[in-house]
C-alpha cells in the first residue's frame, strides 16, 4: 500500500486535500484513482489509512480510516554524525541510515570533506536531504523521521554530541564491534570520502569516542555507513 508523508495530518480533520507534492507523486507518478487506499503519516508517530475521494488535475482529497499502529522503530537509539561526501555518495549514506533506524543525522565538516556549504547552498542542501528521509520512511515502513540537523563543524560535534557508546570508524583500529559491552544509545562518527585524517581521529579519541573497524578492507564512505549501522543493529538493535 503506497505511503505518504504529510505534516497536515491531524485526527482532528478526516477529510481534507492532499499537499500539492503528495498529490503530484500519488496521482501523476502512481496514476492513483479515487478509491485508492493509502496510508499517510506525519513524521511523529502518527499514521492512518486513508482513500482518495476526489483525483483532480491539480488537487485531490482524502477521507482517513483507522489509526495504524506501527511497530519498526529500532530499539537502539543511534546518532549518525556523517562526513559531508558530494551527491549521491552523501544521499546514499542518508536513505540506508534512513532505513537502518537512525534516530539523528548530523552532517559534519571535516578536514577531507570536497564540498563547500554555506548560505543558499547549505539551506538548499539540507532541503535535498529531508527529501531523501521522507523517501526513505514512505519506503521502509517508518512512521518517525529522524531528526536532521544542520551542517556542524568537526570540533563542534565532538564537543556537543556524547552518548552511552561513542564509535569512531578507523580501519586501523585494534577493536572490532563484537568486543564491546551493549549499549541503549550509540553515536557513531563516520568520515567522508578519503576518510578521516590522523589527526581528526585522535581528536575523536580525545574526546572519548573508541575507534572501531569491521574487517580488513576498506569501504567507500557511503558503504561503511551501512555496514556499521547494520553491525550494530544486529548486535544491539533489531535485526538477525
Not at 507518478?29 to 475521494?53: C, D, H, S, W
Not at 547552498?121 to 539540507?126: G, S, Y
Amino acid at each position: 500500500m503506497p505511503r505518504f508523508y504529510t505534516e497536515i495530518l491531524s485526527s482532528s480533520e478526516s477529510e481534507f486535500v492532499l499537499p500539492d507534492d503528495v498529490h503530484r507523486h500519488a496521482v501523476q507518478v502512481l496514476r492513483l484513482k479515487p478509491g485508492a487506499n493509502i496510508r499517510l503519516f506525519n513524521g511523529q508517530g502518527m499514521e492512518y489509512e486513508a482513500e482518495l475521494t476526489l483525483v483532480e488535475k491539480r488537487q485531490s482529497r482524502v477521507c482517513l480510516g483507522q489509526l495504524v499502529e506501527t511497530q519498526k522503530e529500532s530499539p537502539l537509539d543511534i546518532t549518525l554524525l556523517q562526513g559531508i561526501s558530494r551527491g549521491e555518495r552523501m544521499d546514499f549514506a542518508i536513505q540506508k541510515a534512513v532505513e537502518l533506524g537512525v534516530k539523528k543525522i548530523v552532517p559534519v565538516i571535516t578536514e577531507r570533506c570536497n564540498v563547500q556549504l554555506s548560505g543558499d547552498r547549505a539551506d538548499k542542501r539540507f532541503n535535498h536531504w529531508t527529501g531523501v528521509m521522507v523517501s526513505a520512511c514512505e519506503q521502509s515502513g517508518r512512521s518517525f523521521l529522524p531528526e536532521l540537523t544542520a551542517v556542524q563543524t568537526y570540533s563542534t560535534v565532538l564537543a556537543d554530541y556524547k552518548d552511552e557508546l561513542n564509535l569512531v570508524l578507523d580501519p586501523l583500529a585494534q577493536k572490532g564491534f563484537s568486543e564491546l559491552s551493549k549499549p541503549a544509545s550509540l553515536t557513531m562518527l563516520i568520515g567522508p570520502e578519503g576518510g578521516l585524517s590522523d589527526t581528526e581521529i585522535e581528536m575523536a579519541k580525545n574526546a572519548g569516542y573508541q575507534a572501531v573497524q569491521f574487517g580488513p578492507r576498506i569501504l567507500r564512505t557511503e558503504t561503511a555507513a551501512v555496514a556499521a549501522l547494520a553491525v550494530a543493529q544486529t548486535l544491539w538493535g533489531d535485526l538477525g
